[in-house]
Nanobody, 121 residues
Framework: QVQLVESGGGLVQAGGSLRLSCTAS????????MGWHRQAPGKQRELVAG???????IYGDSVKGRFTISRDGASNTVYLQMNSLKPEDTAVYYC???????????????WGRGALVTVSS
């Protein structure tokens, strides 16, 4: 069974920085892409950033130039460096992994349980 575990969330003042980490485990052979989504209270879940196994990245419009996604393929870990944080970045941040191949089978998509990020004004 594949599991994603996020860490690094917390409370930060506006203008500050945080780094989120997410590690996938479970007899993993390969992961096509990993990424971060977020969901603020009363809002739909939205894409924050994604990165493929080849290193291609995509960002949501609201975080471009402030957030950076990176990935360590050897440890199946994805990072999200968040700079110049704003109160509107407050949300639960979810990690996901797409097209995960394991020794026990393939998983189209797996989600973590989320990490809360709160940005105070």
């Amino acid at each position: 069974q594949v599991q994603l575990v996020e860490s690094g969330g917390g409370l930060v003042q506006a203008g500050g920085s945080l780094r989120l980490s997410c590690t996938a485990s479970g007899s993993i052979l390969s992961i096509n892409a990993m990424g971060w989504h977020r969901q603020a209270p009363g809002k739909q879940r939205e894409l924050v950033a994604g990165i493929t196994s080849g290193g291609s990245t995509i960002y949501g419009d609201s975080v471009k130039g402030r957030f950076t996604i990176s990935r360590d393929g050897a440890s199946n870990t994805v990072y999200l460096q968040m700079n110049s944080l704003k109160p509107e970045d407050t949300a639960v941040y979810y990690c996901n992994a797409v097209r995960v191949t394991t020794s026990n089978g393939d998983h189209p998509e797996v989600w973590g349980r989320g990490a809360l990020v709160t940005v105070s004004s």
